[in-house]
C-alpha cells in the first residue's frame, strides 16, 4: 500500500503562488506515474497536471498551462506542484495520485491506484 501525504495549501489572495507537496516513503516511488488532481465543492474532480517517473513529459490541463508546474524529485520521493498566479476559481481540494498507467489514461482519475488525502487550496479575490 503506497501512502501519499500532501502538504503545502493554504489561502492565499488572488495573484499569489503556493507549493504544493506531495511525499511517500514507497521506495518505488520512481516507477509512478504522478498526478494532481483538485475538486471544489459541488463539482467532479479535475484532472491538474502529471508527470512521467523520469519527469521528462508532462501535462496539464489548459487553465492551469503557464501557471502551474509539476515537478518530481526521485530521491526525495515527493511530487510538487507550483501554482502562481493563482485565480479565486483555483480553490479546491488538491489531490495527488500515483499510478502505472502511460500518459494516453493519465488525465483519469480511475486510471490511478493509490491517492494522497487532500491539502485544501483557497483563492481569495
Known amino acids: 500500500q503506497v501512502q501519499l501525504v500532501e502538504s503545502g495549501g493554504g489561502l492565499v489572495q488572488a495573484g499569489g503562488s503556493l507549493r504544493l507537496s506531495c511525499a511517500t516513503s514507497?521506495?518505488?516511488?520512481?516507477?509512478?506515474?504522478m498526478g494532481w488532481f483538485r475538486q471544489a465543492p459541488g463539482k467532479e474532480r479535475e484532472f491538474v497536471a502529471a508527470i512521467t517517473w523520469s519527469g521528462g513529459r508532462t501535462d496539464y490541463v489548459d487553465s492551469a498551462k503557464g501557471r502551474f508546474t509539476i515537478s518530481r524529485d526521485n530521491a526525495k520521493n515527493t511530487v510538487y506542484l507550483q501554482m502562481n498566479s493563482l485565480k479565486p476559481e483555483d480553490t479546491a481540494l488538491y489531490y495527488c495520485?500515483?499510478?502505472?498507467?502511460?500518459?494516453?489514461?493519465?488525465?483519469?482519475?480511475?486510471?490511478?491506484?493509490?491517492w494522497g488525502q487532500g491539502t485544501q487550496v483557497t483563492v481569495s479575490s
Open positions: 514507497e521506495r518505488t516511488f520512481s516507477t509512478y506515474y
Open positions: 495520485a500515483a499510478g502505472t498507467v502511460g500518459p494516453t489514461r493519465w488525465r483519469y482519475g480511475d486510471s490511478y491506484t493509490y
